[in-house]
């Protein structure tokens, strides 16, 4: 059965609510946030509707058919371009905080990629970009060109199959990274993780901590089908511009 349509939500406020006892948000290092950047109440998530799981399947389904092609081609030259696995297998945290196994193409030289000090969300959130614009040394020739195309994501269409993460969602993190999150961030564990999402069409990786995060629950506050269906196209066309890909 289909959930009763809801009222879009308003903005939500972002400040906390007190009793009148001064209280300073901190990082998740201890530091105080910036202003503009304070902690939330809890969330009140939208209804996902049933719809979407079937959405999620065939959507997927039809998305390997497509690009197999392109997914033989990526193992060939991944494999071609250096040792080490072909595909990762990553623990990420999704839906209730529960653990997955998360996959994607090897783009790194064999043991980097689970090197994730500069992705640690430290300090002031409301500047710190999702990942550093600077070119990673350690990514290689061939996932260079994956990442910019981002098609080293295309293996976790196997996840969307499984039921860990959906087409569209918060995209999920390392359990390492979660460790560092102020308790608000951990909101947006309310639906399942997505290969794409708001955030990603809002800015990518030229976002900040903060602001993927405000997007991320902007979207568990209201997330129909018809607002997935149109993160989507605009993921295509993302896609096809290679911007903020890296």
């Known amino acids: 059965m289909l959930p009763t349509k809801r009222k879009k939500p308003k903005p939500a406020d972002w400040s ?64 071609l371009d250096g040792l080490g696995p072909v595909i990762l297998k990553q623990k990420r945290v999704g839906l ?65 199959i499984k039921g860990d993460m959906s087409l569209v969602g918060p995209r999920p993190d390392m359990p390492e990274i979660v460790a560092h999150w102020p308790l608000h961030f951990h909101e947006r564990h309310k639906v399942k993780p997505g290969m794409t999402g708001l955030a990603q069409v809002n800015g990518r990786s030229d976002i900040t901590h903060d602001q993927k995060i405000r997007y991320d629950l902007e979207y568990v506050r209201h997330h129909p089908i018809t607002r997935d269906l149109v993160i989507l196209l605009k993921t295509v066309v993302l896609v096809l511009s290679t911007k903020g890909a890296r």
Not at 43 to 66: E, F, M, N, Q
Not at 102 to 127: C, H, Q, W
Not at 130 to 137: G, K, Q
Not at 147 to 157: G, S, V
Request: charge should be neutral; aromatic fraction near 6%.
């Open 96 to 160: 209730g905080g529960r653990q997955f196994i998360f996959y994607k193409f090897r783009t790194m030289v064999n043991g980097a990629e689970n090197g994730i000090s500069d992705r640690i969300p430290k300090g002031d959130l409301t500047k710190l970009l999702l990942s550093p614009r600077e070119r990673n040394p350690s990514v290689t020739r061939i996932g260079w060109v994956l990442r910019k195309t981002t098609m080293d994501e295309l293996p976790q269409l196997l996840n969307v």
């Open 16 to 79: 906390i609510a007190s009793d009148g006892a001064s209280e300073t948000p901190l990082d998740g290092v201890g530091e105080p946030l910036a202003e503009g950047a304070e902690a939330s109440f809890p969330v009140d998530a939208y209804p996902t509707s049933a719809v979407k799981r079937w959405l999620d399947i065939i959507g997927a389904s039809l998305a390997l058919g497509v690009l197999a092609p392109i997914w033989l081609m990526a193992l060939i030259l991944i494999k």
